[in-house]
């Protein structure tokens, strides 16, 4: 089926065969979706690169998700949507919703000279079992929320649901009101979830700061037995020097 597709057969090909096999299970979702991309693409600029599109499905089997953090749609600006949710590139300049995540990291982990990370320290979390999923998986450059209509909504409900369904034990970090519908499709007898107000520079101040997210999951993880997530690791992240807390 997948050879029926165009603009997202890359980056569908090279997930995982159970990923693979729940996506294109709403295969005539899909296609529609394929084909809106190839035409869109033919006089707009699609984000991220139709290759990395399911990116952060193809760095986390769903066998390996411990974590799952909640994005609404990739980032609009030139080059800095690489198919995780609130991540970009390392010689990108810091999105101010990252920043903030990066202030909080640094609220709860005070100890950690955080001054010197960059914003593919998510790449990291990614490899650790942290699936950094946008809710919206492209947008037309320079128009935010431009793909909503598209129907990749549904198919990260599924990703959420089938997660629930098929495991245990996994956090789901749902910031602001667009992510945390998501939690009708999150059993509770078996994950846990939180939330708070998104990190985005206008709502940030509202309940997302010292809302404690990244203690709170460890907490649980080690308690069902499994590897907390190591958020400040910064041992590949020493570049380009970035003051997290100016304007």
């Not at 101010?96 to 914003?119: C, F, Q, V, W």
């Not at 998104?198 to 993880?221: D, I, K, M, T, W």
Request: contains cysteine; proline residues 4%.
């Amino acid at each position: 089926m997948i050879t029926k597709l165009n603009y997202l057969a890359e980056s569908i090909s090279n997930l995982d065969l159970k990923w693979q096999e729940l996506i294109m299970s709403h295969t005539q979702l899909i296609l529609d979706i394929d084909a809106h991309l190839d035409n869109l693409s033919r006089d707009n600029t699609i984000y991220p690169p139709k290759n990395v599109i399911f990116q952060a499905m193809q760095l986390v089997p769903p066998q390996n998700v411990k974590v799952v953090i909640m994005g609404q749609d990739p980032y609009h600006k030139e080059k800095q949507a690489n198919g995780l949710a609130f991540a970009v590139n390392r010689d990108i300049k810091i999105p101010l919703s990252l920043k903030n995540i990066l202030k909080e990291l640094a609220i709860e982990y005070p100890e950690m000279n955080l001054r010197d990370t960059h914003g593919d320290l998510l790449l990291n979390w990614a490899k650790q079992g942290v699936l950094l999923l946008n809710s919206t998986l492209a947008v037309i450059k320079g128009k935010p929320n431009s793909l909503q209509y598209l129907g990749f909504e549904t198919i990260t409900d599924k990703i959420i649901e089938y997660l629930s369904t098929n495991y245990k034990n996994i956090v789901f970090m749902l910031w602001g009101s667009f992510a945390i519908k998501k939690s009708s499709f999150i059993n509770t007898n078996y994950h846990h979830i939180l939330t708070s107000a998104h990190p985005s520079p206008l709502s940030a101040n509202r309940g997302f700061f010292n809302c404690n997210h990244f203690r709170l999951c460890n907490e649980y993880l080690i308690k069902h037995n499994k590897t907390p997530i190591d958020w400040t690791n910064t041992k590949v992240q020493s570049y380009n020097t970035l003051d997290l807390f100016s304007n």
